[in-house]
């Protein structure tokens, strides 16, 4: 990535927008709207009260996946605004993105049978739950501290980690898009799967930013950007072994109950499940046991 690649103060919006259109996003966020004309970002700034360094910043850490702010540019930065533009996008999530998938969703689901359908909903509620509850601890501890230095109050305790919560939620998200992706009911339409999936891909990505922003723009350091693991290529199949272990797992079996079932350690049933989710791109539970449904290991009846 070279400078001059960078947007600047001089770039035009509509430029801006035209090489990354997930940038519209980031702008709305700011409080800027539509009808950008041949505004500059900065014209555009003064234009809507947005501060012109903190904009470009989010949108370079957006746009440039490599991109890591430096300490004068972190100096220039609007913290208001950062912390309102991260609540911005809680909201956008919540209203917006989360709303539209589980609609795009329930639409693919329409010709599955009432068992498989209750599944996969069930393990998008999941999903969406588990999110959820990221946002509201970030707004009741994160962005409470980051208020407080804004204030110039420095007795608040910085207590809070929210690294680890994001790599278990790019799983799960992970985990969401495999399944789709590798594995739909046949009974779905082309149309209705590729929908889905664009707007999977799509809210993976923008959380991803999201999540790089605000780890290093409210003070932590630059952690490594969480991915699901990448499923392995075609043709590594499951073993009849990792099949049956698969099922167990779907049951609800712990590992030393699999173990007892077919006379083999612990370990070798934890080397198995490692396989398993290597081979598959999914971790969970959850995932795990819509995949086994999906590709008919196991009766919809056989898990409650």
Known sequence: MTTSSLYTPRTKVADLVDSNVHLLGVLSRMGIPMGFGDATVE????????????????????????YVPSEEEMTRLDPGQVVSYLKNSHAYYREDALVTLE??????????????????????????????????????HVFPFAEAIIRGDTTMERFFQVEAEHTDIAAKMGDLKYIILKYPPVECRSADIQQVLNFLYFLDEDLLRHNTIEDRLLGKEAPSEPRAPKPSPDGDELTAREKEILICVAKGMLNKEIADLYNISVYTVITHRKNITRKTGIKSIAGLTIYALLNNLIEVGAVE
Not at 44 to 59: F, M, N, P
């Open 103 to 140: 609609g795009a969703i329930g639409r693919m689901l329409e010709p599955c049978d009432e068992r498989r359908k209750q599944f996969i909903l069930a393990f998008f509620a999941d999903y969406r739950s588990e999110l959820e509850k990221h946002f509201a601890y970030e707004e009741a």
């Open 43 to 66: 014209e555009t700034c003064r234009l809507h009260g947005a501060d012109i360094e903190t904009l470009l910043l989010i949108c370079n850490m957006y746009a440039f996946r490599d």
